[in-house]
């Protein structure tokens, strides 16, 4: 069984940053796709962004691109999420999902939260302005 423990999250001004990691127990991390999601109070879950089993791919949510960086060490079995530049609209809790799959990363929809067949507690976000 899969297990996967967030960390790092708390409370960031506008502007500043914060790394998001994300802890898998298990086998074979390197083939996992993993992904990180996030959901606002009232919103729906929203993919953030995905990573491919050894991270030479990734695709972000274009609200993020160029402010998020996801990295990967498959020898830690850890994902990571750079936030920089926070905005109080990326305030929400943080899920890691994680999918095991052994395709090519583009043959598949990564945004959708239904690709995932594991998930973690979630780590709350909070940017003030």
């Known amino acids: 069984q899969v297990q996967l423990v967030e960390s790092g999250g708390g409370l960031a001004q506008a502007g500043g940053s914060l790394r998001l990691s994300c802890a898998a127990s298990?086998?074979?991390?390197?083939?996992?796709?993993m992904a990180w999601f996030r959901q606002a109070p009232g919103e729906e879950r929203e993919f953030v962004v995905g990573?491919?089993?050894?991270?030479?791919?990734?695709d972000y949510v274009d609200s993020v691109k160029g402010r998020f960086f996801i990295s990967r060490d498959n020898a830690k079995m850890t994902v990571y999420l750079q936030m920089n530049s926070l905005k109080p609209q990326d305030t929400a809790v943080y899920y890691c999902?994680?999918?095991?799959?052994?395709?090519?990363?583009?043959?598949?929809?990564?945004?959708?939260?239904?690709?995932?067949?594991?998930w973690g507690q979630g780590t709350q976000v909070t940017v003030s302005s």
């Open positions: 999902a994680l999918a095991t799959y052994s395709g090519s990363f583009h043959a598949r929809n990564w945004t959708l939260a239904s690709a995932y067949g594991y």
């Open positions: 298990g086998r074979s991390f390197n083939t996992y796709v």
């Open positions: 990573i491919s089993r050894i991270g030479i791919s990734t």
